[in-house]
């Protein structure tokens, strides 16, 4: 199933890069910046899931079939997840206890527009996570659970951001809403079986900055 | 003293009369939706195929009457009357649209549905008591000719369901299930399809809409399935034949597998009357009444009335 997933996505991605001659340039960059996530699910009694800051940085590879028009692609490394709070009797605030990092491989797929001026743009696409760590941190110890995930995670991407232009190159400040659109998790281990609840996704912000290289100049 | 607020409110409206009342053609641009000289009275029941740039929002009520909320049963024989009741629903939508280019806009929706409940026995039996949710959509023109358009649309709608739901957890206990009295579901869907609008005359215009979605069910036990959406509506504009800035819409929506379900085999029809003041050529203000028919948990049907007021500024 998840070779089947990769090759539809690899040969997705070499059906949009088919070159239109004389209107398309490429350019080539770094991203980096900060995860905002959490997870999305019915929490078990007494639990609340809390938003997780995680890193994440990624290669940038554009290529612009029109002024207005850009194809990205942008594997990268992203950490997940989310923070965990218990309710404690006489304790009116949820207490933070646990944390939960979800790190992917991402290899996602973004069609950008700009607008009329050129400065701002809009971006959607699909990415493909391919899951690298799962830890689950308690009091101090952490554990290993990758069991319970899935391998790969299909997310929908939705963005906004600004790209100027200093000195040779081109820099990019973006936000981006993801949202897994299955759960991210699997079959469930017989020992942990009802741990995890039925619907279990992650969603959030990423907020990046980019810069990128045009090998024959700006565009 | 207590009159000035009153007074300051009365002398609010009748600044915006005028603004209201200004010729169409005033600002020399037409920002609202038209083709072929035909100014579409655009709905949100059916949706509509034009990249704008634009702000709306939708504050609306809806009852629906006398349901069969647990129907009448029998224990050891005796015949025991079940529960009806009433259910009231207030509803708020806000909407901005950016037309990124000429040929396409991103659009965010937010909205809050929530229940107000006016029967006891309506709100211990029917369990959904707040929606909350927004959808993410990008619009795109694929074809356009003098007096059609076609467009395509990618859009993601994300739900978080609030459920009290007093018979299920009863009913749990009785099971010897743990059943949570109240839960939260968060409901994700992902979808797509193409919208198509057609100026026949000056007059009137046809709209419609396909869409092909997969998603979830706000259900205990979630089921995801692929779904459609297909609508179609009538809109007249009666400034071209009687002068007079009014325009009427009609419209139809089938759901085959609704937003609000807990099942995916619950379908919902919709119907829409809209009428709409068409004198700016930046803003509209409408008034609707909608309905809906569908299927409740319990299996029964139901038909839930809406009136709702939208206002939408054309930039």
Request: charged share 20%; aromatic share 10%; net charge negative.
């Amino acid at each position: 199933m998840f070779m089947r997933t990769l090759a539809f996505a690899g040969l997705t991605v070499l059906g949009l890069l088919i070159p239109i001659p004389g209107s398309a340039q490429w350019t080539f960059g770094v991203q980096a910046g900060l995860s905002r996530s959490k997870v999305s699910g019915d929490a078990p009694e007494k639990i609340h899931y809390r938003t997780r800051t995680g890193p994440m940085v990624s290669l940038s590879v554009e290529y612009a079939r029109t002024p207005s028009f850009t194809l990205s692609f942008e594997p990268g490394f992203v950490q997940r997840g989310t923070g965990i709070a218990v309710e404690v009797p006489d304790i009116k605030e949820p207490v933070d206890t646990a944390d939960l990092a979800l790190s992917y491989v991402t290899l996602p797929i973004l069609a950008k527009v700009y607008s009329r001026g050129g400065r701002a743009f809009v971006s959607a696409g699909l990415e493909l996570g391919l899951l690298t760590k799962a830890e689950f941190e308690l009091g101090g110890s952490t554990e290993s659970i990758e069991q319970g995930f899935n391998d790969s995670s299909l997310s929908a991407l939705f963005g906004v951001g600004t790209r100027f232009r200093a000195g040779p190159a081109e820099w990019l400040l973006s936000v981006n809403y993801f949202q897994s659109v299955v759960s991210v998790v699997g079959e469930e281990p017989e020992d942990a079986e009802g741990f995890f609840p039925a619907r279990f996704r992650t969603s959030g912000l990423e907020f990046k900055a980019g810069i990128l290289f045009a090998p024959g100049g700006g565009r | 003293m207590t009159c000035r607020p009153r007074r300051a409110a009365l002398v609010s409206s009748l600044a915006l009369i005028p603004w209201l009342l200004a010729a169409p053609g005033l600002s020399g641009q037409v920002k609202v939706p038209s083709l072929g000289g035909h100014r579409f009275v655009t709905n949100d029941l059916t949706g509509d195929p034009f990249p704008t740039t634009s702000i709306r929002t939708t504050l609306g009520m809806g009852k629906a009457l006398d349901l069969e909320l647990i129907p009448d049963f029998e224990v050891g024989g005796e015949p025991v009357q079940g529960i009806t009741g009433d259910l009231l629903f207030a509803n708020l939508d806000m909407e901005i649209e950016w037309a990124v280019q000429d040929w396409m806009s991103v659009w965010l929706e937010a909205n809050v549905l929530g229940r107000l409940g006016s029967d006891t026995g309506a709100l211990l039996t029917e369990g959904v008591s707040l929606i909350t949710g927004f959808e993410l959509g990008w619009l795109f023109r694929l074809m356009e000719t003098d007096r059609t358009q076609l467009s395509g649309s990618a859009q993601i709608w994300s739900d978080n369901f609030t459920i009290v739901n007093l018979a299920d957890w009863a009913d749990g206990i009785i099971a010897g299930e743990n059943v949570p009295l109240v839960r939260k579901a968060p409901v994700v869907r992902t979808g797509g399809g193409l919208r198509f609008a057609w100026a026949i005359t000056d007059w009137l215009g046809a709209l419609g809409t396909g869409e092909l979605g997969y998603g979830e069910s706000a259900g205990l036990e979630p089921a995801n399935d692929w779904f459609t959406q297909t609508s179609a509506a009538l809109s007249i504009d009666l400034n071209p034949v009687w002068d007079v800035p009014v325009g009427v819409g009609v419209g139809y929506r089938h759901d085959s597998f609704p937003r609000e379900a807990g099942d995916p085999d619950k379908t919902a029809h919709g119907g829409l009357f809209r009428i709409t003041y068409t004198g700016r050529d930046d803003f509209i203000v409408s008034f609707d009444l909608s309905g809906t028919k569908s299927t409740l948990t319990n299996g029964s049907d139901v038909n839930i009335g809406f009136t709702g007021l939208t206002m939408r500024y054309y930039f």
